[in-house]
């Protein structure tokens, strides 16, 4: 029996931001470094837009992991920040749990470096703790893709919805009449095919 | 336990053609243009030649994403033509959903641009109010690999059926006795390789 | 719940050889001609050694789909061979069917061009048939990897067993000891690395 | 209904390395031999790590299908070595299920050459005989990604997880602290990208 | 000493279209058929465009090399058609060479298939013979990519110019005034994506 | 005899950038969007850096074409900036041609959209007019790979040198000393994986 | 000044293999096994199919580099067969150079294992000793692409002319003519494609 | 007029390794990690094995480029090893001309990182100063294919002759003899394919 189709909710959905740090970016081979970054920083974007509560959690960033990127950590200056001292799976780790669960939020996006870990342990507990999982597919980053649909499938065998950034908003924007100017704003700064479909438009529009 | 075998009928399918938009397709970068524009003409093409009753539907199209291509208004001149306002998903949309209701039909036929969104979101929807459905993978464009494969899993978990345009119409017709004329057109009008088969044939046959 | 570890058979296994025709062949481009090739014959040769019940079908053949392969015809002069006047799935086709049947087998080995239509339809009508079918993916071909993963998705959802020649011999022959020549001359004729493996062998052990 | 999430566990999983030999190894082109060979080596120390009782097993060694290579031989010198002298499916081996039982452990690590078949038909066995069964997609190697894929497909039907040597590192060490100097002396070995972070990061820091 | 800039010239230019026969095509792999003829069409409608003249030829096609493609026989009813009875390269033909000489040109653009044969030959014959030479590399197709850059790199040694149908269109034009709406109609008829600006910049200006 | 090194100088460079236009840039589909808006944004922060004298060039801005990319016209507000009224070439634009004498520079840096026209064209005609030219390949795009190495192959033939954004940064700059800071900052905002390198450095180091 | 058009010439013209033996095969990943296997017996049916003098030669036979592969020994029985005790480069080995000298031929058409060593180094010394060389790239194999294309870039270079079997078999036919039935048998035994269109064109004109 | 064959010596061959350091690296996407750092190891054994002189160079090595790869630093304790402080172009810093030209020798074997950069600039210089020059085209990396291709083109513009490693290891052994477990060696350590073959072949001989 096929599952029922669980849509992204403003109102339910918490985005959760795991182990974007300098050093672990150059183990990502599966997608080209200009658009991963783009990709990351949309998804970041998305969050402040639709104003989920967002969780950023690294794994021991005072080693040769790195730094979280410094742009996602001025984008959530306020958001939780759990520095994991040792736990591998997020979930693991009490602090990033309590984080979660203070969200009040039963939907999760999930996206990180790299996918079959630092994303599938945690979209696979958050799950197996009855929460709705949505994993970013082109925010999450890994090896090569062996690594990436491997992981994929664990992850969707386990019943994660995956999904892309571009999917998430439109999902969560449910109506461009919404916020019309807000959603194109984000898609202009992070889809250059759009921005330049707008560009054009407005020069012929004279806006 | 395996869902059986549903099969696409002429007497109960229905084509939705969802953002076919001029501004749009510039973000189809998954299919080659050349192929990716034949194939939605296939499909077309394949909605007349077996009476299937198609709905066109547009976003916004007298913003950025551009008007409806040309050769789909007039293949179907006469089609239910819902501009939608804002809604994302058509499916959100109260005109779109009762002239789909209005088909009578049960099995929908689905593609559209971007897949992740505007294919994956009505899918799913219809999906959940009961209908069997089936969306035409290479009619479908989105972003990259990334984000089909993502919007494949997502529909195929939801019980969608993934086919082609060449399978959908080989489906439907089931025999080629029931208009060998008819298929063959179709098929020569939009596969070059079956076309070069045709020509030699003919040739060597005096026709 | 998974389903249970099917193992194909000797005694109880058909092989489906379903429009490999000289025009059809032109529309297979997801897999290289030379390999395809490679691939078909070695599925005939299997079919051979393992003296499975084999039935071969094609469409039009008088058309431009052109005739059966002539080393498939040769390799099975006596199989049944039923030219469809006009059923697109072989399964519509009576006369196939009951070659089937005719079999006595639970087991379906089905392989044909193209994988989306001809292979993937009788393979669908067959598991609602109460069979076990088991699709030989790599001597299946058809337009591109759209196409293909789009059947493949489609085809597991309905519990078909995706597989290849060599995994299909290895599967029937369980043990190197029922036939170890046999099995040798299988692989190293439809396998450069094998053949190159046992011509190294041969030498230096004095064979 | 999703699976439940199966977590690799130190205390109850085992490692089933089967038919990685010289000869067999010249058919694995789905992965750059060099790549493949540090992902096998990987999973080799990967089992020394965590003590992880090891099963070796080959088909046929003193054939064309060459003997195991030495380094996993080396690396695992007093681990139960199955020499099958015909079995396929190492599974059909009464001497590998024994040493697989012997172990006690209910989570079976697996990887081979080539992963339709040596890895396949074991993994589809073990589920059946109740075992968790996790195959390393990285550390199996088949022909190409048809055959790759198809054999993913049919395993993850049966409820086979599939996974990556760095991923079931991780999930098998759960905290870097357990022994962290250990963990990255692994990752430092097999992974040139992390040993380059280390090596930065040393440097700076005067280690 | 590098070649000094050899332009493209519509005084100076004539079109030579080689073996772009029905069965020959089956033969192409390296280009999608559906961009391969487009591609073709194109060039086609560039030689019509800037009243060039053409030159048609053929190999053998009364055999499997199959009849030329219809649509350039009708798009040139009138132009040279030299059927070559068993010449392999054209410009071994006498009637071709005359066909070419009574242009009174100076520079040729040549297509055909296959690529390493149809057209460098010829190619490598006219520049001998004191021509200008132009290939369009993605109107002339041919097995794969290897075969495809070792025929670049022969024709290139030898000081052929490699060019594109677009390319070519751009350089014979020199200037959009010169036919303003005549070049936007052929790049619309053959560019989805250049005909997708057009249709939205025409209903955004009114026209 | 092969040429001898022209190594680009400061002090002789001017950057000529050809019809990177909203719409134009649709077309482009040899390069990732992504990375290609980052690769041009990147060329022009380089000829920002090295103080160049910068030329832009639009073809019909006021049709289909669209306007001039934003970014570009804000980073270069007092460039020589020539909207061809149809030359396709710039170089038959003799406003163009005059403003590239202005700078006084004999060495040119050009990039553009599409690679085989608006690029090749000017490149050829500046190589004829005595300049030693350098295209940058990576900020410039084309419709696919057939299209760019074709063009490739006619600007190398003519005696173009091929270089790179990052390339042209490096032989401009000389030593990092001339402007350590300057140079860092440029490469840091157009190359992740150096940004990644730096964020790392500079935790590390206190900075 | 570009080289001259040098045509093959059967008259003049002789075959070079090298090194296709059982274990360097193991080595070749540029090419399909399949297909790199069909392409050496290609041109070996070439060689014969002419009537060029043909020199087999083999590196170190007697070791892990294998024996020639029986093929090529069973197509040329009486060839000149010079099994080199260390020479890497077949040139150096003066029984080699008498061979090739004894045919009395100009032209020396080349394939080998592997590309850039096998091949390129007696193609750069028959050069420099004043021969024509063509090297048969789709029938020389090496590691990958980056290997496959530098050893094109040296040997091109040095005058080399690259070429296909199906190319040379054409340049050396030049007109069907000559042996209609030889060739086509030539053609249908080696490219599947082809023998396809044969068996339509057969049946249909009852053949 | 083509150059004349110039092959590697090992009387008069140095090798310049330029830029391999900890940083950089995650700049290069050409070349997968795994395969990128057994090419460049293997070039260091090969210059160890052949005592070939050997200079070390770096840029910036105490910044973000981070330090050499250990592994380089302990295969050649006493080469020169010129940490440049701020030339780009190795060849501007007159310590490393210097322990070029104390080598004494007109042949230089260069790799680095990036290719376009850290290989192009000394090569063209070197070739400027009347050396040969060779590029180990497998050990130099950079940023992806088009950076690779068009450095490629620039360097061969030049004169520069590209390589591999294995290309210029068998040039300059000239003859297995000379020291064939030396060689043997080497490959066995850096070719897995080939290690494999002499794993067979130790095996079945008693080795």
Same mark, same amino acid.
């Given at each position: 029996?096929?599952?029922?189709?669980?849509?992204?909710?403003?109102?339910?959905?918490?985005?959760? $931001?795991?182990?974007? +740090?300098?050093?672990?970016?150059?183990?990502?081979?599966?997608?080209?470094?200009?658009?991963?970054?783009?990709? %990351?920083?949309?998804?970041?974007?998305?969050?402040?837009?639709?104003?989920?509560?967002?969780?950023?959690?690294?794994?021991?960033?005072?080693?040769?992991?790195?730094?979280?990127?410094?742009?996602?950590?001025?984008?959530?200056?306020?958001?939780?920040?759990?520095?994991?001292?040792?736990?591998?799976?997020?979930?693991?780790?009490?602090?990033?749990?309590?984080?979660?669960? =203070?969200?009040?939020?039963?939907?999760?996006?999930?996206?990180?470096? %790299?996918?079959? %870990?630092?994303?599938?342990?945690?979209?696979?507990?958050?799950?197996?703790?009855? &929460?709705? %999982?949505?994993?970013?597919?082109?925010?999450?980053?890994?090896?090569?893709?062996?690594?990436? &649909? =491997? =992981?994929?499938?664990?992850?969707?065998?386990?019943?994660?919805?995956?999904?892309?950034?571009?999917?998430?908003?439109?999902?969560? +924007?449910?109506?461009?009449?919404?916020?019309?100017?807000?959603?194109?704003?984000?898609?202009?700064?992070?889809?250059?095919? &759009?921005?330049?479909?707008?560009?054009? &438009?407005?020069? $012929?529009?004279? +806006?």
């Amino acid at each position: 029996m096929p599952t029922p189709y669980v849509r992204l909710d403003t109102t339910d959905a918490a985005v959760l $931001l795991v182990d974007h +740090q300098a050093g672990l970016l150059s183990l990502v081979r599966d997608i080209d470094p200009d658009k991963f970054k783009n990709n %990351v920083l949309a998804l970041g974007d998305l969050a402040k837009f639709f104003k989920l509560p967002t969780i950023l959690t690294t794994s021991f960033e005072t080693g040769p992991n790195g730094p979280l990127v410094p742009e996602l950590k001025e984008l959530f200056p306020d958001a939780p920040y759990i520095a994991r001292p040792g736990n591998i799976n997020a979930w693991d780790n009490e602090d990033f749990v309590n984080a979660v669960k =203070a969200t009040g939020k039963k939907q999760l996006i999930i996206a990180g470096v %790299v996918t079959e %870990v630092c994303v599938a342990f945690p979209a696979l507990s958050a799950i197996e703790a009855g &929460y709705e %999982v949505f994993v970013i597919t082109d925010a999450s980053g890994t090896f090569n893709e062996i690594t990436r &649909y =491997a =992981a994929w499938d664990r992850m969707t065998q386990a019943g994660v919805q995956l999904m892309t950034w571009f999917g998430a908003a439109c999902e969560l +924007q449910r109506d461009w009449r919404n916020d019309m100017e807000g959603l194109a704003t984000l898609l202009s700064n992070h889809i250059p095919d &759009y921005r330049n479909l707008m560009t054009s &438009y407005n020069k $012929l529009t004279g +806006q």
